[in-house]
């Protein structure tokens, strides 16, 4: 099962190891160093606590493993824009449209969103793949990168069918957003 969390100040060296090797290729960063990571888990707790919330970092865990990180900037406008990063031993297992797909629910449902935007490096034509399974459609390029949208889920898609019966936010589990899958 993948589930979206918040990050715990144990998650430093996780996400140290989301935030390297080939992971790193198109962010335009370099790997995290062992204070980086714990500095961003820090940062990304306080943004946690924020009211209102502006962005979310989730980690995306599988069976207790840290495997990647899902990001959902919200805008007063009623727009967010998504992002994420998987652990590249993770790529290609459906990990990363999963987390996208339970993120989007997240975003319409509990968030209260009306459309959402997202975009890939042209070097990296899997995260397109990703984002039009969760239901995006690709809009064109701005500088430089592929962009996306969503308005709602998509009829058909299993984000589509899952709305509203598959997440939840359970403060008696931590802060986990859950889904089946």
Not at 19 to 34: E, F
Not at 127 to 156: H, W
């Amino acid at each position: 099962m993948t589930v979206l969390r918040l990050l715990s100040a144990d998650d430093a060296p996780a996400i140290r190891r989301v935030y390297s090797g080939a992971t790193t290729t198109y962010l335009g960063r370099s790997a995290m160093t062992a204070q980086e990571a714990e500095e961003y888990v820090a940062r990304v707790r306080g943004w946690a606590g924020a009211d209102p919330v502006e962005q979310y970092v989730l980690g995306v865990d599988v069976a207790g493993n840290l495997v990647g990180i899902t990001k959902l900037g919200h805008r007063p406008d009623g727009h967010g824009r998504v992002s994420y990063v998987l652990r590249e031993d993770r790529w290609g297992r459906g990990y990363a449209t999963r987390a996208v797909e339970e993120l989007v629910t997240f975003a319409f449902t509990t968030v209260g969103l009306d459309s959402l935007g997202a975009k890939h490096h042209p070097g990296n034509p899997a995260s397109g793949r990703v984002l039009e399974k969760a239901g995006f459609t690709r809009v064109g390029r701005v500088n430089g990168m592929i962009e996306y949208r969503l308005l709602e889920a998509v009829p058909g898609t299993r984000l589509a069918e899952s709305l509203g019966d598959t997440l939840r936010i359970a403060a008696s589990r931590g802060g986990r957003l859950e889904g089946a899958g």
